[in-house]
């Protein structure tokens, strides 16, 4: 298995700001991935981060808005750029570990006010 | 588009098996049925998965029809703690590690 953190568990921040969120996993792992989960609604893929590369993104997703980092095998950040309310959502962290079990981390709930 | 239709929602009572159906009739021959639950402002967390044969783990087991085109995740023991969504998705294992795709779940609801 794979153990996932992320930070910040939780903020509140003005629209119109930027806000990094971390993932830390506790093994080297190849494919980490962004999840959003609006509010009542099931998990969105947003792109998958690949190590040495730039991410990809899904389809209604664009870098400019999620511009994501992926420096090393056990760590990427996420970036929610120039806020709204419509980003409030749960923010989730996801790798696939070698079994190809694919194990997510606590996820991130972001309010945007 | 969801390759997997599940219903919306169930009920069962604490102790008593939960049958979870799920359809997928469009399966390929290389996509694996996974099983994901969530339990409310958590994480999915993994359950099960398997290709075509029965699968059992310490958790649930897993029933595929011989034509792959259903399946059905057995709790047999609900408790309480076993509220959650559930998640059935099929999803081609590969090298490239494929991403899982959610669609909408189902809503267990174990009550006493």
């Known amino acids: 298995s794979a153990v996932i953190s992320q930070k910040p568990s939780r903020d509140i921040c003005q629209r119109g700001t930027s806000l990094t969120i971390q993932c830390q996993v506790d093994?080297?792992?190849?494919?980490m991935f962004w999840y959003r989960q609006q509010p009542g609604q099931s998990l969105t893929l947003i792109a998958t981060?690949?190590?040495?590369?730039?991410?990809?993104?899904e389809s209604g997703f664009v870098i400019d808005k999620f511009p994501i980092s992926r420096p090393n095998l056990t760590f990427s950040t996420l970036t929610v750029s120039n806020m709204s309310p419509e980003d409030s959502s749960i923010y989730l962290c996801?790798?696939?570990?070698?079994?190809?079990?694919?194990?997510f981390g606590p996820g991130t709930r972001l309010t945007v006010t | 588009d969801a390759k997997t239709t599940q219903p919306p929602s169930m009920d069962c009572a604490e102790g008593r098996a939960a049958n979870l159906p799920c359809n997928h009739s469009t399966i390929s021959g290389n996509e694996y049925v996974y099983w994901y639950r969530q339990i409310h402002s958590q994480g999915p967390q993994y359950i099960i998965h398997g290709l075509k044969n029965n699968e059992t783990n310490e958790m649930a087991s897993l029933i595929i029809t011989e034509d792959r085109k259903s399946s059905t995740l057995i709790l047999p023991h609900a408790t309480l703690r076993d509220t959650a969504v559930y998640y059935c998705i099929v999803r081609v294992v590969d090298q490239a590690g494929t991403a899982l795709i959610f669609g909408k779940g189902t809503t267990l609801s174990v009550s006493s």
């Open positions: 093994s080297q792992v190849t494919m």
């Open positions: 996801s790798v696939i570990a070698p079994r190809n079990e694919q194990y």
């Open positions: 981060a690949n190590q040495g590369s730039e991410a990809t993104y």
